[in-house]
């Protein structure tokens, strides 16, 4: 008879551990947040637009007369190098979530946050084609500070949106 | 005919007489009784035990409940959290020849509760930029609304003292399901922990009660 009494209370006291315990402090997310889009707007974002201010910039890729520089989570500035004394802010190619570009035969590669895009450009990067979209192909970028999780990150997207940028908290 | 109906009605009832004569009876058939460990979620939770009638091992366990909650929390800070609940559970006492609340049991039943939170925390927002619509998360007050209702089965040991006061303990298993009227499906950002307020799975239940029979 006693046995199972003293089972019941070790099984008691284990339970109530676990209560006391699990009150823990508030969870920090750290210095970032995400910036979520719904696919198909993001897919239809993309676009040439005028030159904008370089401001959290990236990777840099010469092509012929022009150098690329990206603009973290928000898209490719082009710079018309042709006279080096004077480089021109030429244009800015908007692709959210970009953060990496490749290009070659007038075709420009970029991520478009978690796809891969290929885009038919005119010589002076005038107007922009995507011409081929591989989706889901890369993982969604940990925000710098790493404090969010995928859990975390997933209490807050909205319904079938895409993590396409970490802002800083201001 | 009459006559054996007759019969056969001062046999059964006769024979009831005996059957609880041989059996150790309460006298009381109502309970009021009080769980300790609702404090750590910030409730109260007070059972009325009624047996199902006067000669009966088995009781109707009703237990509503209240919660009211300010600050810190299973990892979340509440500006407030207010609740109610209310457990229904159908009990039954094993002890051979006993009819008295007392001894091993196996009770099982279904639980709903209610909470209205008002949270300083993040969320997600929608906005504009370039006409493209983008959503952040942002820190603001949110007001959240969450159901979560359930079912449990418990084994337990209930001791009394003077056929008026018990104690009671218990340990089983349960299952939660939670939603949350700020996101679609079940609750996940109050399901931090099994004993969160907007927890959905299964989970292992104990518990302590005190009170007494009149």
């Not at chain 1, 970032?32 to 198909?40: E, N, S």
């Not at chain 1, 570009?101 to 290929?118: G, P, R, S």
């Not at chain 2, 207010?82 to 279904?110: E, R």
């Amino acid at each position: 008879m006693k046995k199972p009494i003293r089972a019941l209370l070790f099984t008691i006291a284990c339970v109530a551990t676990g209560m006391l315990l699990s009150s823990s402090e508030p969870v920090y997310y750290g210095q970032y947040t995400p910036v979520f889009m719904a696919r198909t707007v993001m897919e239809n974002a993309i676009k040439i637009e005028a030159a904008q201010p370089l401001r959290a910039t990236g990777k840099i890729y010469i092509y012929g007369q022009y150098i690329l520089v990206n603009e973290k989570y928000k898209g490719i500035h082009v710079i018309d190098n042709s006279d080096p004394a004077t480089p021109e802010n030429m244009a800015f190619l908007h692709i959210d979530g970009c953060i990496d570009m490749a290009m070659k035969n007038n075709v420009l590669y970029a991520d478009n946050a978690i796809d891969l895009i290929a885009l038919k450009t005119t010589d002076n990067f005038s107007s922009v084609q995507v011409t081929e979209r591989i989706k889901n192909i890369f993982p969604e970028t940990e925000s710098p500070d790493r404090y969010w999780s995928s859990y975390y990150v997933n209490q807050f997207r909205p319904k079938g949106a895409i993590l396409v940028a970490w802002k800083k908290k201001s | 005919m009459k006559k054996i109906l007759l019969i056969v009605s001062i046999v059964t009832f006769g024979s009831c007489l005996v059957f609880a004569q041989e059996k150790e009876i309460l006298g009381s058939r109502m309970g009021i009784g009080f769980v300790p460990q609702y404090a750590i979620s910030g409730g109260m939770r007070f059972d009325i035990d009624r047996s199902i009638s006067k000669i009966s091992n088995q009781w109707l366990i009703i237990s509503p409940q209240v919660f009211m909650v300010t600050g810190g929390r299973y990892g979340h800070e509440f500006e407030e959290l207010t609740g109610l609940g209310l457990d229904i559970k159908h009990k039954i006492y094993l002890k051979p020849n006993s009819m008295k609340p007392i001894g091993f049991y196996a009770q099982y039943g279904i639980m709903f509760q209610h909470f209205s939170i008002i949270e300083n925390r993040q969320y997600t927002e929608s906005y504009f930029e370039n006409g493209i619509e983008y959503y952040e998360v942002v820190e603001g007050e949110v007001n959240t609304k969450l159901n979560k209702y359930g079912g449990n089965f418990h084994l337990g040991y209930q001791w009394l003292v003077g056929d008026k006061v018990y104690f009671d303990i218990y340990t089983g298993a349960g299952i939660r399901i939670s939603h949350n009227s700020q996101i679609e499906g079940l609750d996940t950002w109050y399901n931090n922990y099994w004993v969160d307020y907007g927890y959905s799975g299964t989970l292992l239940d104990a518990g302590f009660r005190v009170g007494f029979y009149f």
